[in-house]
C-alpha cells in the first residue's frame, strides 16, 4: 500500500535507515507520516524527512544521509548561508504534532548565534526567513516556523 501512495505521490523515498524506518527527500505529504517527525533541510532548499518521531535524532540523520551519498553543505561561516546551517551545513527541523509546520529543533540555540556571529536573535530570524522562502520553494504544501519546537 505504500509504494501505492508513494507512485501517487511522486516522492522520492531514498532509503531506509538501519532500523526501517523510510527516509524522503522532499515529500510531497507528510499527513500519514509520525507526528513529531524530524526532518533536515539544506541551504540548496531540499528536506529529508524521517517517517519516525524517536527512533531517529537529527545527529542520526545526519550520519545516514552522508553514508548514503547526501553531502552536507560546506561549512565557511557566512552569515548569508544561515550561518553555515548551525555550523553543520543543514537546519534541523521538527514537526509540530501532526500538522504541516515544522518548528526548529530543540537542539538549536538561539545564543550560539550570538556567541559564534555576534548577531542578535532579530537578525537571525530575518535571515532564516530568506533561507525558509528556499525550503518553501521545494516544499510548498508545509510552513516552516523560525522559532524553536516547544519555545526558547
Known sequence: MIKLKQLLLKEELIGKYSTGIDIYKNPKSISRMSPGLRAISF???????????????HIGLEKWLKSNDYSMPAVNNSINELFSGIKKGYISWQRMGD?????????????????LFNVDKKEIVFIMKKYILKIKSKNPKYNFVPERIGGD
Open 99 to 115: 500538522t504541516n509546520d515544522f518548528y526548529l529543533s530543540r537542539s538549536i540555540e538561539f545564543g550560539w548565534f550570538k556567541k
Open 43 to 57: 541551504p540548496s532548499g531540499d528536506l529529508f524527512v524521517c517517517d519516525d518521531n524517536w527512533g531517529i535524532n
